[in-house]
């Protein structure tokens, strides 16, 4: 069975923007990587996916069941979440912080929830131990660099045990070398479980070389699905990114790598095509 | 095994700092009923207390029961209520530096009762339940108002949220001000005594109505307090945990809208004790809401309890409004919080 399945998803913002007929489906152990342009509509499917925003048509099944129809909780414990960014507004420690993710576990009793009985601590120790940040445990959230940030965001999503994990460009504010850590960590979590795991990234390269399987949004419409080498390929990069592009194989991996050429009619042409995401960059 | 050891206990632990709260609070109100113009030796006051059957005659035991025991009751209920709505504002706006005052919430509590003052539902014959709630309906509006003006692209911006809160407070206080105008010179005087903050004793319907809608307002946070623990990482991030956030965050703010109305209405206006006290309590326990609810109700009674104490004895025999002794502590940890940089990005 598929653990997702999207079935003509639309939504669509005020603004116009969001997503148009999006279909697709996962499967359990697959690393399906969502790339795209910006304003592709990719935050927007995850915002989809994790039930932040209700589908205007089509519907969301995960493990057979429509999104939304399932509890918020009863989601929680089949989906988790790594956002682009983490920030945590009170000085929580990482421990408390990990102990947040076993949430949607707690029995939630009339004086609310209790998210840190023995499992749960188990659970919030084995993530901290899998994401390499055992040693944060006792230390402010707050207080940590941008990448030990990012560490104990996927830690607290590990701990939820969902099936599920959608990361937004978890590698996208951070240096190379904590690319890399947060990278391996989450491949080798993917590898060791039976779950499925959602990639978002603009790094077409990153998807492409480790992702078994690639979704290619742009204007919030599907325009392939595929196999990294079926999807990266100048036929479908070029009309979704409106810039020519050159497709080699990576001489180890033998994955498909890409790069944008750039003239001078392009850069003109893409700079005032893209400017409101260049102001909601800048926001952001 | 280092990670075993490093990994923080959060529920053991949990009880002791309790009980050194509530030690705090035993003390302050044995100081409040020790202190005055007439000091009373400890033991007295536990004579004046617990001797059976009321003896009329005795003086002592007239002051301790009839005049400086319900002041101090008074004062620490007023105290944990506006120290709850601070932390209740606080964790919805994801703001250390949100308060009723600094918000313009304790303005439209004002206004709230002012307009029952000049209804004449209010004064010695007024029934306080409905006092409180007008100056509850006054709160609420105001603290509507503050979101709706500060909210950008769903969040809360520190500036915008600041800024408003100014905003809506000077509003408010104008309309206080314009009402006040209009009336008798004998209504204007209690009015304005009472909008300076006093904890002058007050009736007993009056802390039964502000007894209850405590409960009610420590309850709903005691509830919601795992919950309002996850808003401190995003209301996005909330949503994926599980939160019902919209529930969570309406409950929490019509329970810090109604605390601050109660507050208001039997006490006038008390700055900052919503900013101080729920700042000292995360120094002393950490933010899990789940252990800074209830302490932040000892401490809110504790703090105000010797802060009334330090207005009736400073001046002595002349009595300053507590309200002047707790923006003192407050206006300058304000600054440092608006100063120091995690005040700053935790608003981000």
Redesign the interface.
């Known amino acids: 069975m598929n653990t997702l399945q999207v079935e003509g998803v639309s939504f669509r913002y005020r603004t116009g923007r969001g997503v148009e007929d999006v279909t697709f489906r996962a499967s359990p152990g697959e690393l399906l990587g969502v790339v795209g342009p910006n304003s592709a509509g990719k935050s927007t499917l995850l915002r989809l996916l994790s039930k932040v925003l209700l589908p205007q048509q089509g519907r969301i099944l995960i493990e057979g069941r429509d999104v939304a129809a399932l509890s918020r909780m009863a989601l929680a414990r089949r989906v988790a979440v790594v956002p682009q960014e983490f920030h945590v507004a009170f000085p929580f420690r990482v421990a408390e912080v990990v102990l947040m993710g076993r949430y949607p576990h707690a029995a939630g009793g009339a004086w609310g929830a209790t998210n840190d009985d023995a499992r749960d601590r188990t659970m919030a120790q084995a993530a901290l131990k899998a994401t390499g940040t055992a040693h944060l445990a006792s230390r402010r959230v707050d207080e940590l660099s941008g990448g030990e940030r990012q560490l104990v965001s996927l830690a607290r999503a590990l701990a939820q045990e969902a099936p599920i994990l959608l990361l937004d460009e978890p590698t996208a504010h951070l240096d190379l070398r904590h690319q890399g850590i947060v990278l391996s960590i989450l491949l080798a979590h993917h590898r060791e479980g039976r779950g499925t795991t959602i990639l978002v990234s603009h790094d077409l390269n990153l998807a492409a070389e480790h992702c078994d399987r690639l979704l290619l949004l742009a204007g919030g419409r599907v325009r392939a699905v595929g196999r990294p080498e079926e999807v990266i390929t100048p036929e479908h990069l070029e009309p979704a990114y409106g810039c020519p592009v050159t497709v080699e194989r990576h001489p180890a991996s033998g994955r498909p790598r890409v790069q944008g050429i750039l003239n001078q009619r392009d850069a003109r042409g893409t700079a005032s095509q893209h400017s409101p995401e260049v102001r909601e960059a800048g926001r952001s | 095994m ?3 050891a ?3 206990e ?2 053991g632990r949990r009880a002791l700092p309790i009980l050194c709260l509530v030690g705090a609070l035993l003390i302050g109100l044995l100081l409040s009923l020790m202190v005055g113009s007439v000091p009373i030796a400890p033991r007295e006051v536990m004579r004046a207390l617990f001797a059976g059957g009321a003896d009329a005659q005795d003086p002592i035991v007239a002051v301790v029961r009839q005049i400086r025991l319900p002041r101090a009751i008074l004062a620490g209920m007023v105290g944990a209520a506006l120290a709850l709505a601070g932390l209740g504002f606080q964790a919805i706006s ?3 530096l949100a308060d009723p005052t600094v918000l313009g919430v304790s303005s439209g509590a004002s206004f709230g009762v002012t307009i029952a003052t000049v209804l004449g539902l209010a004064g010695p014959f007024g029934n306080p339940a409905v006092v409180t709630l007008f100056a509850f309906a006054g709160a609420l509006l105001a603290a509507v108002s503050v979101y709706a003006i500060a909210q950008v692209d769903g969040r809360l911006p520190i500036t915008t949220l600041l800024l408003s809160g100014v905003i809506t407070g000077l509003f408010f206080t104008s309309c206080v001000m314009l009402i006040t105008a209009f009336l008798a010179a004998a209504e204007l005087q209690g009015v304005v005594f009472w909008l300076m903050g006093n904890l002058m004793p007050a009736g007993g319907r009056t802390l039964a109505v502000l007894a209850l809608v405590l409960a009610i307002g420590v309850i709903v946070f ?6 309002l ?6 209301e ?2 909330a ?6 956030v919209e529930r969570v965050k309406r409950s929490a703010f019509v329970a810090a809208a109604l605390v601050t109305g109660a507050a208001i209405s039997t006490a006038g206006s008390i700055g900052f004790v919503g900013l101080i006290v729920p700042h000292a309590a ?1 120094l002393l326990l ?3 809401n ?1 252990r800074l609810v209830p302490a932040v109700g000892l401490l809110g009674a504790a703090f105000l309890m010797l802060a009334d104490l330090a207005a009736r004895t400073v001046m002595a025999p002349a009595e300053l409004p507590v309200g002047v002794i707790t923006s003192f502590c407050g206006a300058p940890l304000f600054v440092c919080l608006l100063r120091s940089r ?1 005040g700053v ?4």
């Open positions: 280092m990670a075993r490093s990994f923080p959060a529920t994801r703001n250390p005691a509830r919601q307090a795992a919950r623990n996850l808003l401190a990482l995003g996005e991030q949503l994926q945990l599980g939160v019902e995360r950490g933010p899990d789940r995690r990005e935790a608003s981000l």
